[in-house]
């Protein structure tokens, strides 16, 4: 295993189990790295997360990443006390099975597995469907759905247990990388911006967002962006490395991991924004990406885009294998890359700057 150090917030993140509407771990994370350095902080009733620096500032910039994951919800125990559930985001149905997860209950966690019937006891035609959400279960080891009763409650949420592990050099892999390296993101920049000994010749307001709910639907996203009333907008996610085999560079582009935040362009994305991040990747050196999309994207950008008035948006991605996976794959030097773009960009806006065009 590589011994790559991984910041302790983004570590902490990683391990914070927050499935859609159940982020309660997540955001006590950012509460405990983040909030030290703002100048103003608080939560909202959707969950989301609102760090402010300089907050007489102007333009005013925000920053959102999502701190919202996959997850299974429980909807149903048997007789047996075999559990049924519902999926929370976009799964895969063909990985899910055979899965151990750890579910969220009033009393603590309860470590289960995914069960489904064995291949053994199938028909040939079986063996070649990809099971329904409703065929596979959940095995907490109970006797009878009282013992299970006991123990968890419908509405609980599960999580897969597979935590971090840096796998060579500065690439690791992670349950929830997508997207907890967009929340890392932005509260290390608000972070490291509030250290800056160019602190005062900073003009612009930061308002750093981890938001909530963003795999069902960009929810936080939307309501954090009127309350913040930005003018300028950085979204950052992660997005598809294209350099794996069965990944047809004619339909998705060119992407690799490690080669530096991959940033869009498109109708999502105001054509100022986008110049001026490649204009301060320039200036640092950074090497980066672009992905082309025709139309509002799947990310809180979308959102943000169309917040009260209009906000001039950028989004920036970071490049990811196995999307939606047990075990997404991510390059740790192009987070750092990002939080450095991030900065030099918050540090470049001038006063009275909105990027309309």
């Known amino acids: 295993m590589s011994t790559y150090p991984v910041p302790v917030f983004l570590a902490e993140l990683l391990h914070a189990r927050s499935p859609s509407g159940y982020e309660t771990e997540a955001q006590a ?13 608080t939560g909202d009733a959707l969950g989301n997360r609102l760090a402010t620096l300089n907050p007489t500032g102007d333009p005013v910039l925000m920053l959102a990443g999502h701190m919202d994951e996959l997850g ?3 909807t149903y125990v048997n007789r047996d006390g075999f559990i049924y559930f519902d999926t929370i985001g976009g799964h895969d ?17 309860v470590h289960g597995v995914t069960g489904k019937r064995a291949i053994h006891l199938m028909e040939e035609a079986d063996r070649k469907k ?10 907490i080891g109970a006797r009878s759905k009282k013992d299970a009763l006991a123990r968890i409650s419908i509405g609980d949420v599960a999580t897969y247990d597979h935590e971090l592990a840096m796998i060579h050099g500065s690439v690791g ?3 929830a990388f997508d997207n907890k390296v967009g929340a890392y993101i932005v509260g290390e920049t608000l972070i490291r911006l509030a250290k800056d000994k160019q602190r005062k010749k900073l003009a612009a307001k930061i308002v750093s967002v981890a938001t909530s709910q963003e795999e069902i639907g960009v929810r936080g996203a939307t309501t954090a962006a009127y309350a913040v009333n930005p003018h300028i907008a950085l979204a950052v996610d992660v997005g598809h490395a294209t350099d794996h085999p069965d990944c047809d560079n004619r339909k998705y582009g060119e992407t690799k991991l490690g080669g530096g935040p991959i940033l869009c362009r498109g109708a999502n994305i105001n054509p100022k924004i986008f110049a001026r991040l490649v204009a301060a990747a320039k200036k640092l050196k ?17 959102a943000i885009q169309m917040g009260r008035g209009g906000v001039a948006t950028g989004l920036v991605s970071i490049p990811l294998r196995y999307m939606h996976t047990p075990s997404e794959l991510v390059d740790l030097e192009d987070v750092e890359r990002c939080v450095q773009l991030f900065v030099e960009f918050a540090k470049g806006l001038e006063k009275g700057d909105y990027a309309h065009w």
């Open 29 to 41: 994370v950012f509460d405990r790295h983040v909030k030290p350095a703002a100048d103003a902080y």
């Open 72 to 74: 299974l919800i429980l």
């Open 93 to 109: 149905r063909t990985i899910i099975s055979g899965r151990r997860i750890i579910i969220q209950t009033a009393n603590g966690p």
């Open 130 to 139: 990809v099971p329904e959400i409703h065929e596979i279960w959940i095995d």
């Open 173 to 175: 892999t992670a349950r």
């Open 286 to 302: 950074i090497p980066y990406q672009i992905e082309a999309d025709p139309r509002p994207t799947g990310t809180d950008a979308r």
